[in-house]
């Protein structure tokens, strides 16, 4: 307990110097106007770039905090998900937490297999029958795949395809997180509480 405390204090410190970076190169910014060079969507960009990073950070922190009293896989998931990004394979991975989740999934095909980055990954390689639906993990047990979620009833942007939409839809109904690749542009996402977050994996070892 003591050690996450410190973890999260650690985070917060690192945070605190990306906002106060971001506050002085606004200022720069503000201080600049009035020069006739000063390419200001550049500038902006510049700043929203930096917010992004920030929010990924953050959104990768706490999803770990999130998943490490339900799953001792975060290292595995982490791994896989970001091999799927790269290659641009799809995928939607459902961990349970203290909700039960089942009676909101139409059930896919029994897998009751240990947690596997290289297995994960398997499972949502394009032309694999259960690629299409999602991974269900309950604590350190890939219990079935190609289920089938809810969608969200929520108005969301039309760029959202059908994993992210569902990710979003189980989420809202539990307290499930739901892990999310997208298969057109590989971004990674996760859901929680019926909304999205981006999610940008850095190194699995550093907090296992």
């Known amino acids: 307990m003591l050690n996450r405390t410190n973890e999260e204090a650690m985070f917060k410190l690192e945070m605190k110097s990306h906002l106060m970076q971001i506050m002085m190169d606004a200022r720069k910014i503000a201080d600049s106007l009035d020069e006739t060079e000063q390419c200001l969507l550049c500038d902006l960009e510049s700043l929203h770039d930096q917010f992004n990073e920030m929010h990924a950070e953050a ?5 770990q905090s999130y998943m490490e009293e339900f799953t001792p896989g975060f290292a595995q998931f982490s791994l896989a998900i970001e091999h799927l990004s790269k290659q641009k394979h799809g995928a939607l991975i459902v961990i349970q937490r203290r909700d039960e989740v089942e009676d909101f999934i139409q059930r896919g095909t029994n897998l009751h297999a240990k947690i596997s980055a290289s297995l994960i990954e398997s499972i949502f390689y394009p032309g694999n029958p259960l690629h299409d639906g999602a991974l269900l993990v309950k604590e350190n047990t890939l219990v079935s795949a190609a289920n089938v979620l809810p969608l969200t009833s929520k108005k969301v942007s039309p760029s959202l395809g059908t994993r992210h939409r569902a990710a979003i839809g189980l989420s809202g109904m539990t307290d499930a997180l739901v892990l999310v690749v997208s298969e ?7 859901a929680k509480e019926g909304v999205l977050y981006p999610l940008t994996v850095k190194d699995p070892e550093i907090r296992k």
Not at 59 to 63: E, N, R, V
């Open 184 to 190: 057109e542009t590989g971004k990674m996402s996760f």
């Open 59 to 63: 959104s990768s922190f706490y999803l």
